[in-house]
């Protein structure tokens, strides 16, 4: 077994030299481990003792014996009474290539990202308007919260989410959606999307059908993607989903926004709740309704929910607070019917963790002490005077032939241009901080879906409007001359 001689040293002392910010102790170590990891130290090459190395480098005993204990830990080197060796490591090839990457074959499928980044720039969809959040109010509560609870807050909680937020959310949900539940049936999740794939994971196997709304909800195509379901597109028309007629395999689950369906703003028709609930219950099926926006209706009564239409609805509702209070809350919910909640009792407790114990408290008191409410009918104002103003503009701005698709509710308009390369559209429009969505891109199949530009308005003031609307029709306009 060699020992080595000078130049071990002088590596060392060159990497002492250049240690930068990092203690002498951790620089040795990296230059020793680097040494091991190179074959410039070989295997079974047997180190002078702490005591010399000490004296060679001008270190501490105690540094050295700090730096070789730790890769003694690792597995670098051997320490007995005979000394300190080298440890033979499995061989490793020197490259300097970046290996290729494959990724699987499922993420291939999954839908594009949405840019979502601070500031938000205009239109961007499914943004609500986060500078008219009451944050002081929210502050008050949330340090009430602390100070009454304290660190009895700091462990992981109830899987399923805090009881006092389950029991204010079935309060809420029996006064504004007719939904009739106890908070047992109620699961606190991160967002509407862990909701999803909560209802994938419980609900269906691999190879399981799922029916989507065509065009639709991305997050749901990527739930279904990632765990091998089967997805059928069903159109969307004026009354909503539009599955009559077709001949598809049999769904495990059926994906639909029935209150305001996303994009097109659509509201499935009583008839065609009716029926799709009877639909599910005779093939054995669970709809998975997403009522992410419903508290936002302009014009009547809010539509009630799917789930609370029939006694034993084969329904999983999903709702979320990203949409009514702010994104980076990421607290959303889900209900399940009473069968589904006692079954999969033990698996919430698996597949969750619980967490963000204080921000759900801080929310319960938020609407228990009726400030969710007064937001809601505050935003409602806003985004109705909004909506009123975007169309406005677009008829007066928007020259290219386009068919306006909204529902009355919502922070989004969807325009229906034929014709256009809508994702090119979308790429020119960020240089001039606008963020419209693809409408081609909501579809299975973008190559075939319908042409146009999803404009958010909840995040954008009607300043914005004139110019932004202006600046679209010139990219629009453009684009068309080079055809």
């Known amino acids: 077994m060699n020992i080595p001689g000078d130049d071990f040293y002088a590596l060392l002392l060159e990497t002492l030299n250049a240690r930068g910010a990092d203690t002498l102790q951790r620089t040795l170590y990296l230059g020793l481990r680097e040494a091991i990891l190179s074959s410039r130290l070989q295997a079974e090459s047997r180190l002078p003792g702490s005591r010399v190395i000490a004296g060679q480098l001008g270190l501490s005993r105690n540094t050295v014996n700090a730096a070789l204990e730790q890769l003694t830990l690792e597995g ?62 929210w502050r008050r509560l949330y340090d009430r919260v602390l100070r009454e609870e304290g660190s009895a807050l700091l462990g992981y909680g109830d899987p399923a989410g805090e009881p006092s937020l389950r029991e204010a959310i079935a309060r ?112 054995d099926a669970w709809i998975v309704e997403d009522d992410y926006d419903s508290e936002f209706r302009y014009s009547g009564e809010p539509v009630p929910a799917m789930s609370g239409m029939v006694k ?23 209900v399940l019917p009473p069968s589904i909640a006692k079954a999969a009792s033990p698996a919430i407790g698996s597949l969750l963790r619980g967490g963000h114990r204080a921000e759900q408290r801080t929310l319960a008191l938020f609407i228990e002490e009726g400030h969710y409410a007064r937001h809601l009918a505050a935003m409602r104002r806003l985004y109705r005077k909004r909506y009123r103003q975007l169309r406005e503009v677009l008829n007066a701005e928007l020259h290219v032939s386009h068919r ?80």
Not at 115 to 128: D, I, K, L
Not at 188 to 197: D, S
Not at 412 to 436: E, F, R
């Open 404 to 483: 306006v698709l909204a529902g009355e509710g919502g922070m989004h308009l969807t325009v229906a241009i034929d014709g256009i390369d809508d994702n090119a559209i979308v790429q020119q429009a960020k240089a001039y901080h606008l963020a419209p969505a693809a409408l081609s891109g909501y579809y299975l199949d973008s190559s075939t879906g319908q042409t146009g530009l999803v404009l958010g308005y909840g995040n954008t003031s009607a300043s914005q409007f004139t110019p932004g609307i202006r600046r679209l029709q010139t990219l629009i306009t453009q684009q068309r001359g080079r055809a």
């Open 172 to 283: 809420h949900l029996a006064l504004s959606r007719g939904i009739n539940c106890d908070a047992s049936q109620i699961v606190i999740t991160e967002g509407a999307l862990e909701g999803v794939n909560l209802c994938t994971l419980l609900l269906s196997e691999p190879g399981d059908t799922a029916w989507v709304e065509d065009p639709g909800y991305a997050g749901a195509k990527t739930a279904f993607s990632r765990t091998g379901l089967a997805m059928v597109g069903m159109p969307v028309d004026e009354e909503g989903m539009c599955w009559e007629g077709r001949q598809a395999s049999r769904p495990r689950l059926i994906f639909t926004s029935p209150s305001h369906q996303f994009p097109y703003g659509s509201v499935l028709s009583a008839r065609r709740r009716l029926a799709l609930l009877t639909l599910a219950q005779q093939q």
């Open 76 to 137: 670098y080197l051997l320490r007995s009474r005979q000394g300190t060796r080298v440890t033979r490591l499995a061989p490793r090839e020197i490259t300097q290539e970046v290996p290729a990457v494959t990724l699987a074959t499922r993420v291939a499928r999954l839908p594009a990202p949405t840019p979502r980044g601070t500031p938000v720039p205009a239109f961007t969809p499914g943004t609500p308007a986060i500078n008219y959040f009451p944050l002081p109010l």
């Open 312 to 334: 034993q609805a084969p329904v999983v509702y999903l709702g979320t607070f990203s949409k009514t209070l702010f994104p980076s809350l990421r607290i959303g919910f889900m």
